[in-house]
């Protein structure tokens, strides 16, 4: 007996229809009005489906519905957002040319978008980390300001891993298959309402692509997946995971980025102008457009070389050699023998395209950086260590002209800011500034904002990032089996009076979480200071090779243990977009210290920032480039060692001394005995 599932699509009434628009719209994802339409709905419902508009609504039940709909108050509100809705998508975006005038855009200015992943919201898992929450605000902005923009990008069966910890404190990963039905993501279709699904050859083996697509505000997300029936099993699971350990399920998938993400926007008839790669997996399109231009144009191979440098731009994130993608170049043998030799070029002068020596690597960066016109690093200090790292790329040039810029990563507002700070812009800044936030003057509304409000919204915010942790604890210890009484002590962790650090961030050793764990003694008395203590929150998850992040993980969970400290430093299980947004809205200083120049920029510290929280940071990424002495602290101590023991040690000290004597002593005293100086 042959069982097959099938997907049925829930009624809407006619005066909900707008909601239902809404929802398949990320738009609703960011929007705090829409969000507030939903919580009035079924506010644990909404909670219970991670805020994903789309599975809520398929999760109401038919009474719910017929309720909603006969529901004048909400129904005032559902018209208020989707009119609100509607003035979004009809915005016309613009850009500043260099004196200051305003330009339309154009619509046959299009830019495409590629990225290995993209991170939008907690409810649709293509993401790992800052790279992909990255691409996904920049789509975000690209809609608030009306840029015509695509993304191009892969649809994975089960995404990245899911993070729990176990009883013995070591992490373990839980790989949950993504239910596309239940999210915004539709089926992208041709004229005659077929679904787009089309062939590429792969070691000369047809692979079978279906085309998806997810509406990003005014932005189109396509996404590619081999997960269809037209595929056998070793072609199916080519889009299972992100950043497979398989190498040649690696360069299969970036193969299909590149090149059949350059055949996807062909066959949906989109010619854009500039081709934007974010981070290397995607450089593999060169060689479709080199097929393209030579092959089907007749172009001359240098003459395509130059058209297709003048109209790419390369980003890199990486600062870290081993961290940059790359094959052996058995690999590249392997997979573009047969474009290479369409191309008329020999194999070895193809290699040479992806190296700087005489090694058997094949660097994608450098083929991106070879074929692009403008390359940048993701702040001002990135940029530098980027000349660095590729400097051999230009071997006549001196390493200060090495033609590597920067532009420093930003964050999307909308997406980012509380609710309670989102409130104080749209009332002191007006509603311009998600437009318009080029216009430095339209900031200048920020100093009129009154401390004490500010202050208000913060301790609100601090409130629901307290309740928010106890939770998530409790739901923990409740999957392990715990013990009652553990249960209720958790159920109380942290206090909203006391100073709270936050500390989140992927688990990697250059990123020393475990720094602060030095001298166990000395932060054991700055975090039980009877009169001003301190309580710091944990969050982050450790690569699944990476035994070394996993073991700091288990560190600070023992200390914390066999301290009796665990009501002073807890570790928030399985780190995702949601987890991030409660607090970097909610903590009172952010805590970055990595092994300076490993971080590229860090934006976490940025999404603190804008809600009014303060840095503690070594000056890496972009916190050189906003510090100014009053806005937060500098870690500096450890700038004049090399040896990475005495740099650790020294920086160390020094946060311990700027908790003892600055930090803890700026936020228990309180001007006028209501708030920090």
Known sequence: MKLKNFYVKPVVPDSLQPLYEVSYNMWSTWDKEA?????????????????????????????????????????????????????????????????????????????????????????????????????????????????????????????????????????????????????????????????????????????????????????????????????????????????????????????????????????????????????????????????????????????AKQLIKQSTVFTTHTPVIEGNEHFDESFIREYFKEDVEALGMTMERFLQCGKVDNSRIFWLPIFAIKYSKFRNGVSKLHGDVSKEMWKDVFPHLHDDEVPIDFVTNGVHLQTWLSMEITYLFDRYLGPDYMHKANRTTLWDGISAIPSNEIWEAHKRRKEQLVTFIRKKLVHTLQRRGAPAKKIKKASNALNPQYLTIGFARRFATYKRANLLLQDPERLKKILTNPLRPVQIIFAGKAHPADVAGKTIIKDILNFAIQNDLEDHIVFVEDYDMDIARHMIQGVDVWLNNPIKPMEASGTSGIKAGINGVLNLSVLDGWWPECFNGTNGWAITAGDFYSDITLKSSAEAQQIYDLLEEEITEKYYEKRDSYFPE
């Open 35 to 303: 969000e507030r339409l939903y919580r009035r709905i079924n506010p644990e419902l909404f909670r219970n489906v991670k805020h994903n508009p789309v599975e809520f609504l398929h999760r109401l039940s038919s009474e719910d519905m017929d309720k909603l709909s006969k529901d004048n108050g909400f129904l005032y509100e559902l018209n208020k957002v989707y009119d609100k809705f509607k003035r979004y998508m009809s915005f016309e975006g613009y850009y500043t040319d260099e004196n200051g005038d305003d330009i339309p855009t154009h619509s046959d200015d299009i830019i495409a978008y590629f990225s290995m992943e993209f991170g939008m919201h907690e409810s649709v898992a293509i993401y790992s980390g800052g790279l992909g929450v990255l691409a996904g605000d920049y789509l975000k902005a690209a809609s608030d300001t009306g840029i015509p923009l695509y993304g191009i990008g892969l649809l994975y069966t089960y995404g990245y891993m899911n993070q729990r910890i176990a009883i013995d404190g070591f992490q373990q990963e839980e790989y949950l298959e993504n239910k596309w039905y239940l999210k915004a993501v539709k089926e992208t279709t041709d004229a005659n309402g077929e679904p787009l699904i089309f062939p590429m050859k792969i070691k000369g083996h047809n692979v079978w692509i279906k085309i998806w697509e997810i509406d990003v505000g005014k932005i189109k997300l396509y996404l590619l997946d081999t997960n269809i029936p037209q595929n056998d099993i070793s072609a199916r699971c080519i889009t299972d995971h992100l950043y497979i350990a398989d190498k040649h399920l690696r360069i299969q998938q970036e193969i299909i980025l590149g090149q059949g993400g350059l055949k996807a926007l062909d066959l949906l008839g989109i010619k854009p102008k500039v081709f934007h790669l974010n981070e290397g997996h995607s450089a593999f399109l060169i060689v479709e457009r080199l097929k393209q231009l030579v092959l089907d144009h007749k172009m001359p191979f240098e003459k």
